[in-house]
Every structure is written in structure tokens, then in C-alpha cells.
């Protein structure tokens, strides 16, 4: 284990193994052969050839293409193919970046390779040269990653939701912040990736926000997510990252960037660059959101 | 003029328009085909084919490569292909990132599109909740970018320097400032970015570091390379940055890193994840040191 992979834990995309899913042009997300295999029941949503899966719906208007995925997933959910239910809409964008298409169930995300947008806040506590950070455990009975270690703030975007409003609900569910400690959390960057796990394609866009707070703050979970809170030196939790596997996958990543952001990695260390450049490693980024140019 | 107008500044490449230069193996460069041509003169050290430019040289140890480059950079330069002359060795390293190939004066990189490295060094004076930042003036002889605004210190890493004694050197050199205060400059990460501009292929990661100065602090030139300094509000250099091209191109980059880093920059801006994925933009980040994975 070693920071480095950390990071390419969180680069494991071969784009042969996928075709492109395309809407009005654009490619919007990636699909296994088996998922496009399943996809041939419906003829009158999409269209599927050997080297592309397109959405061929003739409504084109974001409410009837969300009706039709609805639709979709419920029978791939059926099927097994989709799993952690979250009950989440979740807005698949154009290549400008702004336009929604449509919205989809958050957990149908990652079988179709739609770009994912989150936010992580780093919890900070620090007295003078000594910088403490909160980390909290995910509970036993979470559907991904259950137990494993998270920031103190992290959530999915919800369709309709600014980065802003995500941060401030989050932080009052997962941590018990109220809103007015919440705004004040500090955008410090993005973190980008693609990567292949049991949920399917994570291709995830990482709003990373960090947050001052005082010695007297104690997180209080609300949502069941977090079943418990540790206040840990920046030397243990560097530690843990570097060392073990008890971090999320994508929150070792929002370690790391804090790391390095801080000073707590040399630019000596043989990866340093390779680190850097690993938080933006997504290679399909100008698809389905964001693009660089 | 926008951030993202900077960002796209430092992106300009088209693979199409180059030849890959290979060395053992590993692509290392990129020529341009007028400069393929010209090395067709030297068979005893390329080969140059319509797909690509080997190293093909029979002596394989660095030094025999070294010397082969000298006379062709000479060359070169007595060709007019080859301008802004540094006197200043630059290692070529092997996909590894860390073997080092050969070394070649720095003015021949971009010719070769070879990777170049940097530390860029921000020098920031806080007092309270306001901040200032020392902007150098480039002087109006510098070959390259003259009177262009740049970063306190800033300059490339000349072979056999680590990425420290180069922040250490160049700090005395462009600002005056003592070992033992440049010594406490902070790592804060890296750029990257392939651009085609006048010196040919500009392919570069650039170290960043961020140096706290006390408000006492007077930066001083010695080496004739800045022509004035001047301390200014993070507002007014943001400005500058957003809305004119005063800045040298990559020292725009630092400055957009470092606002982004600190929250100078909102979640919400419509650029704001395209600037953070073009602060990592090297799309040929793989050829010649430090592949992301």
C-alpha cells in the first residue's frame, strides 16, 4: 500500500471494454456489452450496435427521457444489475456542461457511466502548529463501502441542487453542522477520476470544500450514515492512507489532495507528480459534463 | 480575457501536427515535421520515419547521447530553430521518471517538445484576513516573455538539482532571499500542460510552492532576470489574471492554482471544474517522465 495506489485504485479504465453511450451527439457515459445486451429490449429508447449505445427515444424533452429510464432501471434493479437503491435523482448533463438531458436514480449511475458529482468537506480543527481533521466511520449497514473511513461531510448531488445547497445539507445531515458553520466552508478544489468497482463505472467529479472549526465542535449524525466520529492528527490519518485500505476509495483521494495542498507530502517524494496528477486522472473527462476545452 | 481563456492558453496541441520522438522504446518528445526534416541530416544519430523520430545513435550511456545532442543543437541554433539560449543542461528522463537519457541546453526543449520542469514559488505576505502577493516584472531583455508579470521566484531545474535545491538557487538568485527562509517555502502540488507557442512545444510540470514573508521583507534581483517588484492585494492580481495577459502564460496558471486553493475562486463560478482540470492538462502527460499511472 503506498499512496500511489491509492490513486490508481481510482484509474482502472479500459475504454475497450465499453461502448460509448451517446445522446443527441454527445457521448454522456460508457456501458459494458452485457449492459447493452439488456438494453436491446428496448428498441424504442435506444438504439445498440457493436460500437455504440445511443438514446433514440423520439420524445427528446428531459421529462419524458427521465420517464423512459425510470422505467429502464427499475427492470435492470429486477435484473440485479443495479444495486444500493438510494432514491436519488441524479442529472445527466450535456457536453457544454450545463444542459440536463435527463435525471436518473443515483444508484443506476455507475452501470451506465454517467458522470457522478459530489462534495467532500474536510472537518479542521487547529491549534496553532497542530492541525487535527474529524473522520468519520461509515455504518455497518451502508449498501457501498460500509464501515470503512470517510471525511466528515460527503455527499452525492442531487438533481436540482447547487454544489453550494449540497454542501450546506449535507453537513446538517451527516455531522449536525448548521447552516451558517456550513457556509462558511472553503472551495479548494476538484478531484476527478474514473475508475471500475462492483458498482460499475465510477466517473466522478470530487467539489472539495475545507471547513474550519472550533476545539468545542462535536459532528452528531443524523441520517444513520456515520456510526461513529474520530478527531485524528494529520500524521495518523497520513498514516492510515498511506498504509492501509481503510478509507472510502474516492475519500483517500480527498486525503491525499489535502496532503498535498498543506504541505505534508514532499515534492521530493518519488510520486509527488504522479499524485498531483492522478486527482484530475479521469481520461474521459470532456464526456458528460465538464469538459476541459 | 477569462481564467479559462488562460487555462486553454496552456493547452494548445494537436498530436497530428507532431512526430513522436522515441528513445529505448519510450516516447520522450514531439517534432514537428520541419524539424524531422532538418535531423534527416544526422542519420548516424536519428531515424526519421513519416510516423516517428528514434534515437538511434550507436553509443547508448548518457554522455555519448549528450555530446550528440550538443552538435545538433548547435546546429540548431545556427538554423534559427533553436532561440532564448539558457546555457543551462536540461535532463531528458525515460518513461520511469526517473532514469535519466541524456541531457540538452534548455532553449532546445520546446523544439524537441520535451518535458521541461519548473518551481514556481508564490510569495505571499498575510496580515490578518488580508493577503498580498509579490509579482515580479520580467525584465525587458529576458528572450522570453519580456516585462511579462511572473511569480516571486520562478525558474527551470537545471540537470542534477533536485526540485529543492532549485527553489533554494533560483529564490537567491530572483529575489534575494536567504537559504534559510526559502528552506520553509511549502509543496502545494504540481501543474501540467502541452502548449504549442512561439519557442515550439511548451510540455511542462511545474513545481508549486507557497513562502509566507514577513511584511518586512524586500525582495532584491541579482541576477538582471526581474526588473521590478511589487507587492499587490490577491483582488487586484486576480483581476489582472481574469482580464488581461499581462501574466507570462504558465505563471497565469500558478496564479488561478493558488486561487483556487484558497477559496479566491466560488464552487459555483461556470468554469470552476474545467480550471481545475486544466491545471493538469497534459494530455501526452505519459511521454517523458512521470506517467500518472
Redesign the interface.
Given at each position: 500500500m503506498s499512496f500511489l495506489d491509492r490513486v490508481?485504485e481510482c484509474?482502472r479504465f479500459d475504454p475497450r471494454s465499453y461502448l460509448p453511450f451517446r445522446v443527441d451527439g454527445d457521448t454522456v457515459g460508457f456501458v459494458k456489452p452485457d449492459t447493452a445486451r439488456r438494453l436491446c429490449r428496448y428498441p424504442d429508447i435506444f438504439s445498440v450496435t457493436s460500437n455504440e449505445v445511443g438514446l433514440t427515444l423520439p420524445a427528446t424533452d428531459p421529462d419524458s427521457r427521465s420517464r423512459a429510464f425510470d422505467a429502464v432501471v427499475e427492470d435492470l434493479r429486477q435484473a440485479g444489475l443495479v444495486n444500493a437503491w438510494r432514491d436519488e435523482p441524479h442529472a445527466v448533463v450535456g457536453n457544454d456542461?450545463?444542459s440536463v438531458l435527463f435525471t436518473i436514480e443515483r444508484a443506476a449511475i455507475p452501470v451506465f457511466g454517467f458522470r457522478g458529482w459530489g462534495v467532500h468537506v474536510n472537518g479542521i480543527v487547529r491549534d496553532g502548529a497542530d492541525t487535527r481533521m474529524w473522520v468519520g466511520r461509515r455504518s455497518a449497514d451502508k449498501q457501498t463501502a460500509p464501515r470503512q473511513l470517510d471525511q466528515l461531510v460527503a455527499g452525492g448531488r442531487v438533481a436540482g441542487h447547487?454544489?453550494?445547497e449540497t454542501v450546506i445539507k449535507e453537513a446538517d445531515e451527516e455531522a449536525g453542522i448548521p447552516a451558517e458553520v456550513a457556509r462558511r466552508a472553503?472551495?479548494?478544489?476538484?478531484i476527478?477520476y474514473c475508475t471500475e468497482n462492483v458498482d460499475g463505472l465510477r466517473r466522478d467529479?470530487l467539489?472539495v470544500?475545507?471547513l474550519d472549526l472550533p476545539p468545542s465542535f462535536v459532528p452528531i449524525n443524523s441520517d444513520g450514515e456515520i456510526e461513529e466520529f474520530y478527531l485524528w492528527t494529520i500524521s495518523k490519518i497520513r498514516n492510515i492512507v498511506e498504509e492501509t485500505q481503510q478509507f472510502k476509495f474516492n475519500c483517500a483521494l480527498v486525503v491525499i489532495d489535502f496532503l498535498?495542498?498543506?504541505?505534508f507530502?514532499?515534492?521530493?517524494h518519488?510520486d509527488?507528480?504522479?499524485l498531483?496528477?492522478?486527482?484530475?486522472?479521469d481520461p474521459t473527462?470532456l464526456a458528460g459534463?465538464?469538459?476541459?476545452?
Open positions: 490508481l484509474a456542461g450545463r447547487t454544489i453550494g472553503v472551495p479548494v478544489g476538484t476527478t467529479l467539489y470544500f475545507d498535498i495542498r498543506n504541505g507530502i514532499s515534492a521530493e518519488p509527488y507528480a504522479m498531483c496528477a492522478g486527482l484530475q486522472s473527462r459534463g465538464v469538459p476541459p476545452q
